[in-house]
């Protein structure tokens, strides 16, 4: 109880302090910090059907039309102009850029043969990047499971996953490890897990009456759990050859990236203390706890009982300690109730196990299409790590604000946005948090998962109806390039940078 008390403290603190710093510059973050963005290969590549690739999980979820929006066979079609956004990251000044691997365009059929074209095309992004002086951080799994390994054996539900998995990470490490030096190998674990294998509402869809939407098949009672063991195991397996074989050589990095929410008690009560806690376990402590301590959570062992894998000792020295950083994936803020009601039904799934009701608050003025900027949360999360999993290498994989498509150039809120949750890293860093870097989401406005192309993230705006599918710089590019470039940064930043963005232009490389 003492620890549930000392945090809450601590988020109610930041949550009334509310304001991050606001003046700034990248100067003030420590040497060797980096600020990149970061897109995925079915979201950003187009070129679906093109040079060998075979359909994905992600492929026939949007085909079906689950996506509620298009597909990715075009998306942004970085397949073929990947120089002219390199160029795009130079002229706004990147560290880094964070982009995933497309498994079923390098390994068709998920195992055996290798394409030469997928070889070759990644080949051609990372040495483009490099020899611009950018980083490349790369991610090995997407959501985009080739679909003939679903097909043949049920993906990440069945344990030759981690066989597979393995094989696939290795040939990435041999074939790009000598210029790649950050690998993640799964993303948000925790969201897929949930969304495919209870809810159902995003690929491979797989989810079980009364929890899931239009499911055929699967169970939301058991499946996720077993997904993520899955993952977990896959990870393990797949950094214990790294460090094997290539570290030595490569001298690179492995970690995996966790959404997290901002998560506060609705009352000051100790049942919605408590399940503010319990949460915060079933949300991060699901992934990060077996990756640093060993196993799942006590809380998540009680709860889901006997549909929890359970690690053997020989899995759980494996697992433990086989991230040498996290990403964090991080947008938006939620309150927590107490339902613990909801243990006493006799057929449960993630949220009936976690035993909470999440309140999302709007603030005032704000539309309901964007994220409001809430930069205590991720403060707060970056807090929970420090305090609870003893400060580990942090990456801000993921963080943007949500806005429809094609609504302005001038995108003042997501600036807005972008620049409070600089602002509340910086705070953290400052207050000892280990983080690394921060990487905005998205660099392109992209194919969506949810939404297809209904919703932006981007730092650009590329427009669909051009055959060149050109590029349009939007206002917080222009404002994430001038803080990249050294510039002090405050509040009202924004508001001149867009009076004087018809100079900017003429002046600046961004056109």
């Known amino acids: 109880m003492f620890r549930l008390s000392f945090l809450l403290i601590i988020l109610l603190h930041l949550a009334v302090s509310g304001l991050a710093a606001d003046k700034f510059s990248r100067h003030d973050f420590p040497p060797g910090f980096i600020f990149g963005s970061g897109t995925s290969a079915y979201q950003v590549e187009g070129a679906a059907n093109e040079d060998g690739r075979t359909p994905s999980i992600w492929d026939t979820f949007a085909h079906e039309g689950k996506a509620q929006g298009g597909t990715g066979d075009v998306a942004c079609d970085q397949y073929h102009k990947y120089k002219e956004d390199v160029q795009l990251m130079v002229d706004t000044g990147l560290d880094a850029y964070r982009f995933s691997i497309s498994w079923s365009r390098l390994i068709p059929n998920g195992r055996g043969p ?21 980083q490349p951080h790369v991610t090995l799994f997407n959501f985009d499971l080739p679909q003939a390994l679903e097909d043949e054996y049920g993906g990440w539900i069945n344990r030759r996953i981690v066989k597979d998995f393995t094989a696939y990470a290795e040939e990435c490490f041999r074939e790009f490890g000598d210029r790649v030096l950050y690998w993640t190998t799964v993303n948000e674990p925790n969201i897929f897990a949930i969304g495919g294998y209870d809810q159902g509402i995003v690929p491979p869809q797989r989810c079980s009456f009364p929890f899931g939407f239009n499911c055929s098949r699967g169970n939301s009672s058991s499946e996720p759990y077993i997904a993520l063991h899955h993952i977990l195991l896959s990870h393990a397996s797949a950094t214990r050859l790294y460090r094997k074989k290539y570290r030595g050589k490569q001298h690179g990095y492995i970690g995996v990236s966790i959404y997290t929410f901002g998560l506060l008690p609705v009352t000051n009560s100790t049942e919605d203390i408590i399940a503010t806690q319990r949460a915060n376990d079933f949300f991060i402590g699901w992934v990060a706890h077996p990756l640093l301590v060993g196993d799942y959570p006590d809380v998540m062992k009680k709860n889901v009982g006997t549909r929890l894998p359970v690690f053997t000792d020989r899995e759980s020295k494996q697992v433990k300690g086989s991230v040498d950083f996290l990403g964090l994936i991080h947008y938006f803020t939620l309150s927590i109730k107490d339902n613990s009601p909801s243990l006493k039904q006799e057929v449960r799934d993630f949220n009936a196990d976690m035993a909470i009701q999440l309140v999302y608050t709007m603030p005032d003025n704000t539309s309901a299409d964007e994220f ?14 420090k305090q609870v999993y003893g400060n580990p290498p942090i990456f801000i994989h993921e963080n943007g604000q949500r806005s429809r498509r094609n609504s302005t150039l001038e995108d003042r809120s997501r600036v807005k946005y972008i620049h409070a949750y600089i602002g509340s890293v910086l705070d953290a860093v400052r207050n000892g948090s280990n983080t690394r870097g921060y990487f905005t989401w998205s660099f392109l406005d992209v194919f969506e998962l ?31 390039s001038h803080f990249l470039k050294g510039n002090i940064i405050d509040s009202n930043y924004a508001f001149k940078l867009n009076n004087n963005l018809s100079t900017l232009r003429q002046t600046q490389c961004l056109q």
């Open 372 to 385: 409001p900027p809430q930069p205590w949360g991720l403060r707060g999360v970056l807090e929970y790590f």
């Open 114 to 134: 290798v394409n030469p074209k997928g070889v070759q095309y990644y080949n051609n992004l990372i040495n483009e990047l490099i020899n611009h002086g950018i």
């Open 450 to 480: 949810l939404d297809g192309y209904g919703s932006s993230y981007g730092l650009y705006y590329v427009d669909l109806d051009d055959p060149d599918f050109k590029r349009y710089p939007k206002l917080s590019a222009h404002w994430y």
